[in-house]
């Protein structure tokens, strides 16, 4: 394991000052097939957020423009339901509202965020059916630049939605994968595995050691 050690972080929007617990350090060990780590450490990472208004402190000193986006959102609706999301989740609102957002950045706090959920079925769920269709949104502009992290992502989603029970839809996406593109990430045995487990009907998770 890590070493367990207390940080010091600072809001960037409010100025608030906190401690939270993480580790300098840690070693990775192989993923799931829904891309989740498994190492020496809890993954995801822990989020450091403002204890007053849940904002992440990841973000470095705010330009003035983001830092009134950011004053904006935290005063909004939105941001007031997200309370009930997940920190990553609330991540991505943030990234989204200060403009710091791409599709890349997008999908993987959404996908991070169905890591943080694994045990609530409901939130599961929903999480899983609104990264589907936001990977849909972009994967036709990702393919012919960036083919083989395109194919690692939509196996990663592939199996978010199979583990959600969507098996009709996983199985959908990984018909528009070419695993050709991504050999050296190993992606065909990853697909195998994956089919193997929609054909059985299966929601469990998998992970291998790379």
């Known amino acids: 394991m890590g070493m367990l050690m207390e940080f010091k972080a600072t809001c ?11 580790t300098p350090s840690y070693s990775v ?3 799931a ?17 403002c204890p007053a208004c849940r904002f992440p402190a990841t973000f470095r000193d705010l330009e003035s423009v983001e830092r009134t986006r950011a004053q904006a959102l935290i005063a909004s609706e939105a ?17 989204v509202a200060l403009g710091r957002a791409t599709d890349w950045t997008r999908i993987d706090r959404m996908l991070q965020a169905t ?7 409901a939130r599961y769920g ?19 630049e960036k083919a083989e992290a395109c194919v690692v992502h939509q196996v990663f989603v592939a199996n978010v939605e199979r583990q959600a029970g969507d098996f009709k839809r996983a199985a959908a ?12 990430a190993g992606m065909d045995e ?13 929601r469990r998770q998998q992970f291998l050691d790379r």
């Open 12 to 22: 960037p929007v409010d100025g608030t000052t906190f401690t939270y617990m993480s």
């Open 29 to 31: 060990f192989g993923r």
């Open 33 to 49: 097939l829904d891309g989740l780590p498994h190492g020496s450490w809890i993954f995801p990472l822990r989020l450091p957020q």
């Open 79 to 95: 941001w007031t339901e997200a309370g009930e999301e997940t920190p990553y989740w609330r991540l991505n609102l943030a990234e």
């Open 115 to 121: 890591w943080e959920c694994y045990g609530d079925p």
């Open 126 to 144: 929903r999480y899983a059916a609104q990264l589907g269709q936001a990977m849909d949104e972009i994967a036709a502009d990702l393919k012919p």
């Open 173 to 184: 996406r990984l018909d528009q994968i070419d695993a050709a593109r991504a050999v050296d």
């Open 190 to 202: 990853r697909i195998a595995l994956t089919r193997g487990l929609i054909a059985n009907g299966s």
